[in-house]
T-cell receptor, first 114, second 110 residues
């Protein structure tokens, strides 16, 4: 069965510090990978996506993610966190072979200390 | 407005009542999806549709019914609401390999 694991439920970082949010997946097909961000009471905003090609992808708001097939991972990074980055982050996996249905991780809540 | 809209945005209902959540998209995308979001679970797929009159179950379909008579609309019905269906519901449509999400409906079942 397809699954996505985000091992960290909560993460706290200081403003200006670097950030890495982990995402591991188990999938029976070549995956498409996504990171979404959700502020409290808001909808989902797409941060970045990976379909194919260069395994390091750049997204909005200074985020990037690296696809590592050998580790089944798609970790999200940001070199310097801003207080406005405090939100919940979701990793998701899909594939054309499965009708592009998305499987989501449980989410990681990011808190930023000033 | 172009895009994907959901109505109502907030709904409070009672156990046993029927509730319909509406989803409308202006793009004429073929694929549409319904997810529910619960703490600790992320988003889970309830139903999806590949085209008008073609629907299929997702991961958590029990207690829900969908229909899709027109490409642009994909309503989700809770036939007899239960407290466990208290959740935030998101509708999405697919373009290429990317899903575009609506703003969500927060449903509370008392």
């Amino acid at each position: 069965a397809q699954s996505v694991t985000q091992p960290d439920i909560h993460i706290t970082v200081s403003e200006g510090a670097s950030l890495e949010l982990r995402c591991n997946y188990s999938y029976g097909a070549t995956p498409y990978l996504f990171w979404y961000v959700q502020s409290p009471g808001q909808g989902l905003q797409l941060l970045l996506k990976y379909f194919s090609g260069d395994t390091l992808v750049q997204g909005i708001k200074g985020f990037e993610a690296e696809f590592k097939r050998s580790q089944s991972s798609f970790n999200l990074r940001k070199p310097s966190v801003h207080w406005s980055d405090a939100a919940e982050y979701f990793c998701a996996v899909g594939a054309m072979e499965y009708g592009n249905k998305l499987v989501f991780g449980a989410g990681t809540i990011l808190r930023v200390k000033s | 407005d172009a895009g994907i809209t959901q109505s109502p945005r907030y709904k409070i209902t009672e156990t046993g009542r029927q509730v319909t959540l509406m989803c409308h998209q202006t793009w004429s995308h073929s694929y549409m999806f319904w997810y529910r979001q619960d703490l600790g679970h992320g988003l889970r797929l309830i139903y999806y549709s590949a085209a008008a009159d073609i629907t299929d179950k997702g991961e958590v379909p029990d207690g829900y019914v969908v229909s899709r008579s027109k490409t642009e609309n994909f309503p989700l019905t809770l036939e007899s609401a239960t407290r466990s269906q208290t959740s935030v519901y998101f509708c999405a449509s697919l373009w290429g390999n990317e899903q575009f999400f609506g703003p969500g409906t927060r449903l509370t079942v008392l």
